[in-house]
């Protein structure tokens, strides 16, 4: 199969994100199966004076675009992809693009604000989320059939020899699992815990952590 994934956000190595991980691992493990994967993705952070460029340094296509709504509907018939996953912001815009075109069409949530622009009314779109908890609130807010697609993870690039010292945990909150990371913390007093926030929390919840992470004595 050819499968498109379709992002306005820059790619790897121009922005590195969770999400762009996943897609490259992904489109190493589509390869190793005897598919085509090809990405179609916002603009490198490089001055360019060609709309679209050609990356292959990956071992698949990666086709870096400075106006890839514009340009995805003329790209895509270009290269007839059995499906097209998008994969990142701006779905209404890619999903209007893509959707006269001839081939299966999917989108790929990661996280809830991201879906904003959902068009609640187009239900010839595959919607996927890259978790059960996003899938529960995608159909409670938009009343849509929503598969789980977890993101694929290559546990060979994680390993390593060296062992580090602490236990990182980013962004302390109930919804990721930050209960889970307490007990562990409690439970394992040799290891160093580091709980690092990245999202938008409040003062209390804040306060909170820190009363906790000073009763564990092994936690920062």
């Not at 709504?69 to 290269?79: G, H, K, N």
Request: hydrophobic residues 40%.
């Amino acid at each position: 199969m050819r499968i498109l994934f379709l992002s306005t956000d820059s790619f790897i190595p121009d922005h590195f994100s969770c999400r762009n991980k996943t897609l490259l691992e992904l489109c190493g493990q589509l390869k190793q199966l005897g598919h085509e994967p090809l990405v179609a993705c916002g603009p490198p952070n490089v001055a360019t004076s060609q709309g679209v460029v050609v990356d292959r340094s990956y071992g698949f296509r990666i086709f870096r675009c400075k106006h890839l709504v514009r340009d995805s509907s003329a790209l895509c018939a270009t290269l007839r992809p059995d499906i097209a996953i998008i994969a990142g912001d701006r779905f209404r815009d890619l999903i209007e693009a893509c959707s006269p075109l001839e081939f299966p069409l999917a989108a790929w949530f990661f996280q809830l604000d991201s879906c904003c622009d959902l068009d609640r009314s187009n239900n010839d779109i595959l919607h996927l989320a890259s978790s059960p908890f996003l899938a529960v609130r995608l159909r409670t807010l938009f009343g849509l059939k929503i598969e789980v697609v977890a993101p694929y993870v290559d546990k060979a690039a994680y390993h390593g020899l060296q062992r580090g010292r602490r236990v990182v945990f980013v962004n302390p909150i109930r919804e990721k699992g930050v209960e889970l990371a307490f007990t562990l913390a409690e439970v394992r007093p040799e290891y160093g815990f580091l709980f690092v926030e990245s999202g938008k929390i409040s003062d209390q919840w804040r306060a909170d952590c820190y009363m906790r992470a000073l009763g564990c004595g092994n936690l920062e």
